[in-house]
């Protein structure tokens, strides 16, 4: 699955979503973003010119990642630089894998902006558009990046005998005689990842929480070995630490050629105490919200997962794949299977990414289609509370179909995650709704709960609904419609959102999606898609507008010790 072409979730909003509920997922879907466009709307300039990539750059919006360091003290800050180093060192490794050797490519670029345009994308491929190359005489990105030798066929990686090709920690190389050998990650960046190793665990001995202390050491040799396992349960282990880290190779999707290949990254996370918090405490009201659910009982008799290792955090720093192209809001980790069946995943959402998002994608969109007099209704808040609901209403409804004869995503095949998304979608603002019922959500905020999950819609199929998910997101709208749910004023071409009838509104598309999930009726499913699942000429008209509007596409950050007022370690 490949994160940036076709996301795993393409949520609601620049939602985050974690597909892989239980333990049935076969590839990785651990990060998920606001999806970027496949950018076919893209103003056609010659690649290698200043002018084109000025265009590409402003694709990307510039924000700041900072976070509040004060309550930690002299020996945690310095803690949290020594794993900004660490973070850091990702960015090297991650080079060779994507492209080789970035400093030759950067000195042959003598346009700045062409050359800061490859440090975005660490190679010389336009990771939104399709990976098209934008330096001179470059050629197509080889679909197997660095991992494989470039001239090697599928024919003659298939026909090899040696054990470990496929495995997520090695390199294909030639030999002295143009054999295929194997050369395992902790060889091939031995010195890089020796430094590494050494940094966490510097950062160990200053780490005051106990299970952090030890996730760094376990990592720093997962690191030297290639053996990431006790470090990954380690992770999972760990519940209170309020600085966390995420390292290592990890994602496959930079090997397009067969998703084999992990490719390094990292992210230094600092959490966000009272929003866990809040979250322990609406975890709490699962059970009733399953029995409350608006559909027939036998659609809700399963126990909702209340298990969710869900927790919110600021991003300090990103580095390597982490930081290539679109940027992901939130991570559902580790990918090893057999810790997700001893111990689950943890999902982490990354708050400041999500509404600096919100801030430099979502909000100018809404300026354009959503009607003046509810523009007030647009807010983080909101659209993080919807975000968030979304990840716990994936714990809601039902699992196995009513027949007995297995789980809802085998029997929805290829529409089982659009479904899946479309259903968390949907709870999730009934939780919201449900949770304001009852007094532990403002319910004179709720309406801009409301608009806000409109906008999302809508900024979901910016680019159109190609793709499964957007598609989901499209059935909403057309259901919505129907329903009265929301009109558009045939002035402005904007939208205005009617809160009593997108109540009802989201109590019967929330009904009818559990029941075609329940009977794992996979023609209902189809149909619902087939039939709802596109855009309009009137929605494509009021989305052109969006066009002269020069909305960016996806942001980059400003990061590091510097920007965190943090000091050399
Ligand atoms: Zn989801």
């Given at each position: 699955?490949?994160?940036?072409?076709?996301?795993?979730?393409?949520?609601?909003?620049?939602a985050?979503?974690?597909?892989?509920?239980?333990?049935?997922?076969?590839?990785?879907?651990?990060k998920?973003?606001?999806?970027?466009a496949?950018?076919?709307?893209?103003?056609?300039?010659?690649?290698?010119?200043?002018?084109?990539?000025?265009?590409?750059?402003?694709?990307?919006?510039?924000?700041?990642?900072?976070?509040?360091?004060?309550?930690?003290?002299?020996?945690q800050?310095?803690?949290?630089?020594?794993?900004?180093?660490?973070?850091?060192?990702?960015?090297?490794?991650?080079?060779?894998?994507?492209?080789?050797?970035?400093?030759?490519?950067?000195?042959?670029?003598?346009?700045?902006?062409?050359?800061?345009?490859?440090?975005?994308?660490?190679?010389?491929?336009?990771?939104?558009?399709?990976?098209?190359?934008?330096?001179d005489?470059?050629?197509?990105?080889?679909?197997?990046?660095?991992?494989?030798?470039?001239?090697?066929?599928?024919?003659e990686?298939?026909?090899?005998?040696?054990?470990?090709?496929?495995?997520?920690?090695?390199?294909?190389?030639?030999?002295?005689?143009?054999?295929?050998?194997?050369?395992?990650?902790?060889?091939?960046?031995?010195?890089?990842?020796?430094?590494?190793a050494?940094?966490?665990?510097?950062?160990?001995?200053?780490?005051?929480?106990?299970?952090?202390?030890?996730?760094?050491?376990?990592?720093?040799?997962?690191?030297?070995?290639?053996?990431?396992?006790?470090?990954?349960?380690?992770?999972?282990?760990?519940?209170?630490?309020?600085?966390?880290?995420?390292?290592?190779p990890?994602?496959?999707?930079?090997?397009?050629?067969y998703?084999?290949?992990?490719?390094?990254?990292?992210?230094?996370?600092?959490?966000?105490?009272?929003?866990?918090?809040?979250?322990?405490?609406?975890?709490?009201?699962?059970?009733?919200?399953?029995?409350?659910?608006?559909?027939?009982?036998?659609?809700?008799?399963?126990?909702?997962?209340?298990?969710a290792?869900?927790?919110?955090?600021?991003?300090?720093?990103?580095?390597g794949?982490?930081?290539?192209?679109?940027?992901?809001?939130?991570?559902?980790?580790?990918?090893?299977?057999?810790v997700?069946?001893?111990?689950?995943?943890?999902?982490?959402?990354?708050?400041?990414?999500?509404?600096?998002?919100?801030?430099?994608?979502?909000?100018p969109?809404?300026?354009?289609?959503?009607?003046?007099?509810?523009?007030?209704?647009?807010?983080?808040?909101?659209?993080?509370?919807?975000?968030?609901?979304?990840?716990?209403?994936?714990?809601?409804?039902?699992?196995e179909?009513?027949?007995?004869?297995?789980?809802?995503?085998?029997?929805?095949?290829?529409?089982?995650?659009?479904?899946?998304?479309?259903?968390?979608?949907?709870?999730?603002?009934?939780?919201?709704?449900?949770?304001?019922?009852?007094?532990?959500?403002?319910?004179?905020?709720?309406?801009?709960?409301?608009?806000?999950?409109?906008?999302?819609?809508?900024?979901s199929?910016?680019?159109?609904?190609?793709?499964?998910?957007?598609?989901?997101?499209?059935?909403?709208?057309?259901?919505?419609?129907?329903?009265?749910?929301?009109?558009?004023?045939?002035?402005?071409?904007?939208?205005?959102?009617?809160?009593?009838?997108?109540?009802?509104?989201?109590?019967?598309?929330?009904?009818?999606?559990?029941?075609?999930?329940?009977?794992?009726?996979?023609?209902?499913?189809?149909?619902?898609?087939?039939?709802m699942?596109?855009?309009?000429?009137?929605?494509?008209?009021?989305?052109?507008?969006?066009?002269?509007?020069?909305?960016?596409?996806?942001?980059?950050?400003?990061?590091?010790?510097?920007?965190?007022?943090?000091?050399?370690?």
């Amino acid at each position: 699955m490949l994160r940036r072409l076709l996301p795993a979730c393409l949520l609601l909003a620049l939602a985050a979503c974690s597909s892989n509920q239980g333990a049935t997922a076969t590839a990785p879907v651990s990060k998920e973003e606001l999806a970027p466009a496949p950018a076919a709307s893209a103003p056609v300039v010659p690649a290698g010119t200043s002018t084109a990539v000025q265009k590409h750059l402003a694709d990307y919006a510039t924000v700041k990642l900072t976070a509040d360091l004060s309550k930690f003290d002299a020996r945690q800050k310095k803690m949290i630089a020594l794993l900004v180093e660490a973070a850091d060192s990702m960015n090297a490794l991650y080079w060779k894998q994507a492209w080789g050797d970035r400093d030759a490519l950067l000195q042959k670029i003598a346009d700045p902006a062409t050359r800061e345009f490859a440090e975005i994308n660490y190679g010389p491929w336009n990771r939104l558009d399709n990976d098209k190359p934008f330096v001179d005489g470059v050629g197509a990105r080889p679909l197997g990046a660095q991992f494989y030798p470039a001239d090697m066929t599928k024919a003659e990686f298939d026909a090899s005998p040696l054990k470990d090709k496929t495995a997520l920690y090695t390199l294909l190389r030639r030999d002295a005689q143009g054999q295929l050998v194997t050369v395992p990650y902790h060889e091939a960046y031995k010195a890089e990842l020796e430094k590494t190793a050494g940094l966490l665990r510097q950062a160990a001995k200053l780490a005051k929480d106990a299970g952090f202390r030890k996730y760094l050491m376990l990592r720093a040799d997962a690191l030297l070995s290639d053996d990431y396992q006790a470090s990954d349960f380690a992770w999972m282990d760990m519940k209170h630490n309020p600085i966390d880290l995420v390292i290592g190779p990890i994602e496959t999707y930079e090997d397009q050629l067969y998703g084999y290949k992990a490719s390094y990254e990292s992210y230094v996370l600092i959490k966000d105490q009272a929003w866990s918090a809040k979250l322990a405490r609406f975890a709490k009201y699962l059970p009733e919200l399953q029995r409350e659910l608006p559909v027939a009982d036998k659609y809700k008799a399963e126990k909702p997962g209340a298990d969710a290792d869900l927790n919110a955090y600021f991003a300090v720093y990103y580095g390597g794949d982490a930081n290539a192209g679109a940027k992901t809001i939130a991570i559902n980790l580790p990918n090893d299977e057999q810790v997700q069946l001893k111990k689950g995943t943890r999902r982490l959402q990354l708050e400041n990414v999500m509404q600096a998002k919100f801030e430099q994608i979502m909000l100018p969109i809404a300026r354009e289609l959503i009607a003046d007099d509810q523009q007030h209704n647009l807010s983080f808040d909101a659209f993080f509370q919807n975000t968030m609901f979304h990840e716990v209403a994936h714990g809601l409804g039902i699992k196995e179909t009513l027949d007995g004869k297995g789980t809802v995503r085998k029997a929805l095949k290829d529409q089982a995650s659009s479904f899946e998304e479309g259903k968390a979608d949907i709870l999730g603002l009934y939780m919201v709704t449900k949770l304001a019922d009852k007094g532990e959500l403002d319910k004179a905020k709720l309406m801009d709960n409301y608009v806000t999950f409109l906008a999302g819609i809508l900024r979901s199929v910016r680019f159109g609904a190609s793709d499964a998910h957007a598609k989901a997101n499209m059935v909403r709208f057309n259901f919505f419609k129907q329903q009265g749910a929301f009109s558009r004023d045939e002035n402005t071409g904007r939208y205005r959102v009617d809160f009593d009838k997108m109540t009802a509104a989201m109590n019967a598309l929330s009904a009818k999606l559990l029941t075609i999930q329940g009977n794992g009726d996979y023609e209902a499913a189809k149909q619902l898609t087939d039939q709802m699942g596109a855009v309009d000429a009137e929605l494509a008209g009021d989305l052109k507008r969006l066009d002269q509007a020069h909305i960016p596409v996806d942001i980059r950050f400003e990061q590091g010790l510097a920007v965190l007022g943090l000091k050399q370690p």
